[in-house]
C-alpha cells in the first residue's frame, strides 16, 4: 500500500488522554504534513470550525477521534462537523465495540475503525484507505484546473495567421474558403491548402465520432455549435497519418481585418485527459482490489435508488465478509491477505452481471448492489457467489475461505439509503452469528 501521499494531507486527531495523544501525535506527525492534536471534542470542533473558515491555512484532510470524552464525545462532535462538511472522512478509535456504538458510528458516515488499545500500523492502514480517495479527488481537482489554465494559455488570441505552432490552425473568411498552418498540413498528411481542400469541404469531416467527442454535420456554422457548449465539451477527436487517435481541445476567435475571419485552434491535449481519466479512475476505485470503493459505490447507490423509485424493477444488495479473515493475516502475512482480498474480489466480478456494481467496502468488506433484482433472485446470486468463495484454493491457505452474507431488499416509499445498508449489515451480522459461511436473508 503506497503512504507516500500522507505527507500532503493535514490530519485533526482528538483524544483526551494525554499519554496517548502525545506518543499517537508524535508518531503520526513523521507521516502527514501537519497534525494538530486537542483533548476534547469541543475543542475539536473549534480547531475544525477555525480551520474551515480561514481561507489562508490548508484545510484539514481527515478527523482521527477517540469516542468517550468530557465535554462533548467523539460522534457528537463529528455530528456537528458533518453540518460544516458532510465529505470530511473520519476514523474513530476506541475500546468500545458493542452495537449501540457501532449503529451511532454508521449513523455518522464513520469511514474507519481503530481498537485500542492503538496497533500503529492498522492506524496508518486505516489512515491510507479513508484518507486516498479524498487526496485522489483533490488532486483531480487541481490537474482540472491546471488543464483549463493550460488549454487557455496555448488557445490565447493568436498574434498571426500563419505563425510557427505547435497547435493545428484554421481560418476561415466570409466565403468560407480557408488557410491552415504547417503543423495542420502535417498532421494530415498534405502538402499544401489546395490539396486539403481538394479532398474536403470542411475540416470536421475529419472529426470522429465517438461518445463525448463533438462532431457536426453542419458545414457553415459548426463554429458557432461548438461555441454554445461547455468549456470542457469543446473537444474532437482525429486520427493522425500514423493511424492514432488524438484529442483536441477547440478554440474560435474572430477577428475583422477587410473582412470577418474565425481562427479555430485546434490543442492536442491527449497526454493531459489520459492522466485525468487515469486519476478518475483511482479517485472511484480500490488501489488493491480494483473494485469500486465506499465513494463511487454510494453514489451508484444513491442513482440507483431514485431509479427504483421511479421503475420500481427491484432493487437487492448484499454485505459479504470474509470469515476469519484477521486469523489469515496473523498467520500467512498481510501479503496473502491481500491476494486473497484480490482473488475473493475478481470471484464476486465474476459472478455477477456487468450492470451490477462491486465495491470493497472496508477491510475484509464488500458490497454488491443487484439493480432489477428480486430478494429472492438476491439470495440465489449470493449464494452462488459463496460457494464459488468456498470453492476456492490458495496454496499457502490449507483450509476453505469462507463468507458471510447478508442479502436485503429495497423497500420503495420505506428505505433510505442509510436504512437500506443497515438491513444488509444486519443480516450479514445474523449470518455471522448464526455459524458463518452462510447467506442471510434481511427479515423484519
Known sequence: MNKNFLKDINVLYVEDEDSIRELTASFLS????????????????????KNYNDEDVEKFDLIITDINMPKMNGLQMLEEISKINHLIPSIVTTAHNDSAFLKQAINQRVRGYVSKPLNMHNLIESIVLVSEPKYLRDKLEKLNK?????????????KSILDSQDNLI?????????????????FFGYKDVEEFEIKHNCITELFIAEKNYFTSNDTLSWTDEIMKLEDNKRVVLMRNTQNKNIIFRVNVRSFVFNS????????DITDLKHYTYE????????????????????????????????????????????????????????????????????????SIRVTDYACRWGGEEFMVLLSETTVENGVKISETIRKNIEEYKNSTIPDPITVSIGVAQFEIDKDSIDSFIKKVDISMYDAKNSGKNKVVKYEK
Not at 491546471?146 to 493568436?158: M, N, P, Q, V
Not at 470577418?260 to 490543442?267: L, N
Open 260 to 267: 470577418k475571419h474565425i481562427v479555430i485552434s485546434f490543442t
Open 30 to 49: 513523521g507521516f502527514v504534513r501537519q497534525l494538530v492534536a486537542v483533548k476534547d471534542g469541543k475543542e475539536g470542533l473549534d480547531a475544525f470550525t
Open 146 to 158: 491546471k488543464l483549463e489554465l493550460e488549454i487557455e494559455k496555448k488557445t490565447y488570441e493568436l
Open 279 to 350: 486519476l478518475q479512475y483511482q479517485a472511484t476505485h480500490d488501489h488493491l482490489t480494483r473494485l469500486y470503493n465506499r465513494q463511487k459505490f454510494n453514489y451508484e447507490l444513491e442513482k440507483e435508488i431514485k431509479r427504483e423509485n421511479r421503475y420500481r424493477h427491484g432493487l437487492c444488495l448484499m454485505m459479504l465478509d470474509i470469515d476469519n479473515f484477521k486469523n489469515i493475516n496473523d498467520t500467512y502475512g498481510h501479503d496473502i491477505g491481500d491476494i486473497v482480498l484480490k482473488d475473493i474480489s475478481n470471484i464476486i466480478i465474476n
Open 170 to 186: 484554421l481560418v476561415l473568411n466570409d466565403d468560407s474558403t480557408f488557410e491552415v498552418n504547417k503543423t495542420l498540413l502535417d
